[in-house]
């Protein structure tokens, strides 16, 4: 049909290469380097993704049912410097945190990308959203029942950066994510 809108879509990918066993993920601060992606967090840069605006991220992690993890996302924005790159300044924006709970009824499959031993949240509660600019889909209330994800609204932030940690129990944590 000419004139009719047309939304890209991106399969979900892994986040991190292998996941991570980080107690806790560092709070980002303002810096003179550009974010980059680390052991236990991965930087996006919005400039590859055309006029997306949102992302959609779906945690998991390794132990046992019931076991928790933690994921936060920031948004980064750029101050150019007056003299070259050297009083260049990142600033990054807290855009939510939120901690999940996994059910072994919601897990990978054995040889999959995601394993069998790798389990979806079925919970996801929002422990820090400065802004209304986040939507928790599935599993607020109906445990092994949905697989959670959080959308966020990313317009404006030239990166983005999820970090997360074990939750105090999970063996280890990562995510699915993709930009829409």
Wanted: overall charge negative; aromatic content about 10%.
């Amino acid at each position: 049909m000419a004139g009719a809108l047309e939304t890209p879509i991106m399969d979900l990918r892994k986040g991190l290469a292998s996941n991570s066993t980080a107690a806790h993920y560092t709070v980002p601060v303002p810096t003179g380097t550009a974010p980059a992606t680390g052991d236990d967090n991965v930087v996006f840069a919005m400039r590859d993704y055309g006029r997306a605006n949102h992302l959609h991220v779906i945690p998991y992690g390794t132990d046992a049912n019931n076991e928790t993890l933690d994921l936060a996302i920031y948004g980064w924005e750029f101050v150019p410097g007056g003299s070259g790159t050297a009083d260049d300044l990142y600033v990054p924006t807290f855009l939510g945190e939120w901690g999940g709970t996994m059910s072994s009824t919601l897990n990978g499959v054995s040889g999959g990308v995601l394993s069998d031993t790798e389990y979806f949240c079925d919970t996801l509660t929002e422990t820090a959203v400065p802004y209304s600019l986040t939507e928790i889909i599935g599993g607020l209330s109906t445990a092994d029942a949905y697989i959670c994800r959080v959308i966020v609204d990313t317009i404006g932030f030239r990166w983005l950066d999820v970090r997360g940690d074990r939750g105090g129990s999970a063996a280890s944590w990562n995510f699915l994510w993709r930009v829409m």
